[in-house]
């Protein structure tokens, strides 16, 4: 004997089951698309996301040298010496210590981010009517 159990075909059926008022609401949703509300919320907060991903990129964290010279680091020689480097105009402060594995993490982490938020301003407006009906 095999029983049959199926879920109610509308939430009026079993109007106490907030696991099927969930369920109606995303067929719903899925049935009808994503609204152009929603995708626009989202393209806001995605170009919000890549300005601020490429305002780091131009001005990174610590700033920039302004001029061309030696500088001297704060750490220190093995052997208890002053390092000092040469560094050029633009390059990155944090780029030029001696530990550069944050400096090497922020460019990554902040080329990554930037990359998924136009890759996602791509895929929200691949399909935005944008012809104009005569």
């Known amino acids: 004997m095999s029983q049959n159990l199926s879920l109610p075909e509308?939430?009026?059926e079993n109007p106490h089951s907030p696991h099927r008022d969930w369920l109606d609401k995303f067929i719903e949703y899925k049935l009808r698309g994503s609204s152009i509300e929603i995708r626009s919320t989202l393209l806001v907060v995605v170009i919000l996301i890549t300005t601020?991903?490429?305002?780091?990129?131009?001005?990174?964290?610590?700033g920039l040298w302004q001029d061309t010279g030696n500088s001297t680091l704060p750490q220190l020689a093995d052997?208890?010496?002053?390092?000092i480097k040469h560094h050029y105009a633009g390059?990155?402060?944090?780029?030029?210590?001696?530990?550069?594995?944050?400096?090497v993490v922020f460019v990554i982490t902040n080329s990554l981010g930037f990359s998924m938020s136009v890759y996602m301003i791509y895929m929200l407006t691949v399909d935005f009517p944008l012809i104009r009906e005569l």
């Open 10 to 12: 509308t939430k009026h």
């Open 52 to 62: 601020a991903t490429y305002q780091t990129s131009l001005s990174p964290p610590v």
């Open 79 to 83: 052997d208890g010496t002053p390092i």
């Open 91 to 103: 390059e990155a402060i944090m780029g030029t210590h001696r530990n550069q594995a944050p400096y």
